[in-house]
């Protein structure tokens, strides 16, 4: 059964305009989907839908099987988590106490931290190999380590689907490859959905990619059905061609001078 | 920069504080512009219905502005927020200068209406203020701050208008100076409700105000209704600081400096910020308030030159605390 289902989605940030133009979708249990397209393509947005804070105007978006606008607040909380493309630094947390805030859906008025908040959070810490910076001021870490932290908050609201924008941005290239690897380990207990710029890394991680353009698909499926000469051109107007790496079989895009 | 305390160390200044604020506490008692014997304190008339009410409103007053200081810096996620910068301090002021110069004397229902009519004008200013900033169904912070700023400035227009007219130059003066010297057990009991509502609900709603602190659109997918906690949380850090003002006038400082010194100490965690700050703003208050009972005694200073004399370096200490380079 699909975890995430989307429906002639449109939705946008003023009724006039939408961003998203009529989109379908949907995502299986276990399935790292990379969203790609150029910019102004409406991938943010389309996560921002899918957790709820764009107005949709049409279409109906299902989680497990209930409708987005049933869901109230905690429950969604408990099945989609967002890491965003920046995430701010809580200055005087350490790395623990802000994980711990990805708990947040499970407390109650009074009760906070219990055994079992504090067993995800340190399930969280170990998953993303935090232990040594666990006990670290977030404010000092760098954008590699804070990433996982961020990654980390996610996962410790233990969701079903757990959405990213952009999680390589701004990172090196050693910590993009960890953290699309990690994603990649990450996805075999609930799905992933993240936006990438790096076609190249999207396609050699991602089970799954959705490649977009003005709000409306090109192409959806396995990474070497979308990362084609031809979708490239329809969605970035750019030649290339599209060569497979030989001992991992994944389609990869090469510049035509 | 040293490193903030751990949860258990925490707690432990919690205990150091409360033993403090009871030290505290009773020491004040003794000081005063008339000398008693310690012996003849707990026979002293002056003691009972002078310095005790008085010292008790110090306590009430330095929690509600403490807290509302907490509060408002969590929900509209500026650090430069104090109790009074959605307009609460320009509206008080008018509304106790209109009821300084129709005669102060006027009763109502037993109480003068000098404080009355400062706790409404407060809660007006905020109404106001959360009116003009809400645009298209919500209220962004900046807004918000930018709207209280514009409030504050026509208020003080009215204010000037106000004293010009009325020539009640140096009553309104002193009580925008803030005192306690009108302390008594009327007043004791009218705002002590409001301290111990207020800081039950900001307990309530600790969850909600660490959730904010990752921002308000990480907060709303952590399950919080921004909106809505933000609109509750600041009616309660108004009516709040609308009663500390309505009995001891604009007493600055606290509401900013509390806050900010108990972060430097043990961090954001509301769970633990909201009681430390309690009692440290307390404390704080009592120690004022002492100091403007006794420093020139006989003659009284208002405790708003205190606290301002007090907090503006203890800011900026604070500021280049943060700020210096380290471990």
Request: charged share 20%; with cysteine; proline share 5%.
């Amino acid at each position: 059964m699909s975890i995430l289902k989307v429906e002639q989605l449109v939705c946008g940030y003023h009724p006039k305009y939408p961003v998203i133009k009529g989109l379908s979708f949907s995502v299986e249990d276990g399935q790292f989907v990379g969203v790609v397209g150029p910019n102004g393509s409406g991938k943010t947005t389309l996560l921002r839908a899918l957790i709820g804070m764009v107005t949709r105007s049409q279409g109906s978006i299902y989680v497990s099987q209930y409708r987005l606008e049933n869901l109230d607040r905690r429950d969604l909380a408990r099945r989609i988590a967002l890491v965003p493309q920046l995430m701010e630094p809580v200055e005087g947390f350490s790395v623990e106490e802000l994980i711990m805030l990805g708990r947040t859906p499970y407390f109650d008025r009074l009760k906070f931290d219990d055994k079992r908040d504090r067993a995800a959070v340190r399930w969280a810490i170990r998953e993303l190999k935090l232990q040594d910076l666990k006990d670290r001021p977030v404010a000092e870490l760098s954008g590699g380590e804070f990433q996982r932290v961020a990654i980390a908050r996610a996962l410790a609201q233990q969701p079903k689907v757990m959405l990213l924008d952009e999680p390589t941005s701004h990172l090196d290239i050693r910590y993009q490859v960890r953290i699309c690897k990690l994603l990649r380990k990450l996805r075999s207990r609930r799905s992933i959905i993240a936006t990438f710029h790096d076609l190249n890394l999207a396609s050699r991680y991602c089970s799954r990619l959705i490649l977009l353009k003005d709000g409306e698909l090109v192409a959806a499926g396995s990474p070497e059905n979308v990362v084609t000469p031809e979708n490239i051109w329809k969605a970035y107007r750019l030649k290339v061609t599209v060569r497979s790496n030989p001992r991992t079989r994944k389609a990869k895009y090469v510049l035509l001078p | 920069m040293n490193k903030k305390l751990n949860k258990r160390q925490a707690w432990l200044a919690f205990l150091v504080l409360m033993l403090g604020l009871i030290a505290v506490f009773i020491l004040s008692l003794f000081f005063g512009s008339v000398s008693i014997a310690p012996e003849k304190l707990w026979q002293s008339e002056i003691v009972w219905q002078i310095r005790l009410p008085r010292v008790i409103l110090a306590g009430l007053i330095g929690l509600l502005l403490s807290l509302s200081g907490v509060i408002l810096q969590g929900v509209l996620r500026n650090p430069l927020a104090d109790p009074y910068i959605l307009g609460i301090s320009a509206g008080g002021a008018v509304g106790a200068a209109l009821a300084i110069s129709m005669g102060g004397g006027i009763v109502v229902l037993g109480m003068s209406s000098v404080p009355i009519a400062a706790f409404i004008f407060s809660l007006l200013a905020v109404f106001i203020v959360y009116k003009l900033a809400k645009v298209g169904g919500r209220t962004a912070p900046e807004t918000l701050i930018l709207a209280g700023v514009a409030l504050s400035a026509f208020c003080s227009a009215i204010l000037a208008l106000i004293i010009i007219v009325s020539g009640n130059l140096q009553t309104i003066y002193f009580w925008l100076l803030g005192s306690l010297a009108w302390a008594s057990w009327g007043n004791v009991i009218t705002v002590a409700p409001y301290a111990l509502i207020g800081a039950g609900i900001v307990y309530f709603y600790s969850k909600e105000l660490n959730a904010l602190l990752l921002g308000e659109e990480m907060a709303a997918t952590l399950g919080i209704d921004v909106e809505q906690v933000r609109l509750i949380l600041i009616v309660v850090a108004s009516v709040m600081t609308a009663a500390a003002v309505s009995v001891a006038g604009l007493i600055g400082f606290v509401g900013l400096i509390v806050p900010h010194w108990v972060r430097l100490l043990i961090g954001p965690n509301h769970r633990l910020l909201i009681p430390i700050a309690s009692l440290s703003g307390m404390l704080l208050m009592i120690l004022a308030d002492t100091l403007a009972r006794t420093m020139l005694a006989p003659l009284e200073i208002p405790i708003g030159i205190i606290m301002s004399l007090i907090g503006a370096p203890f800011f900026l200490y604070l500021l280049r605390r943060r700020r210096a380079p380290g471990k």
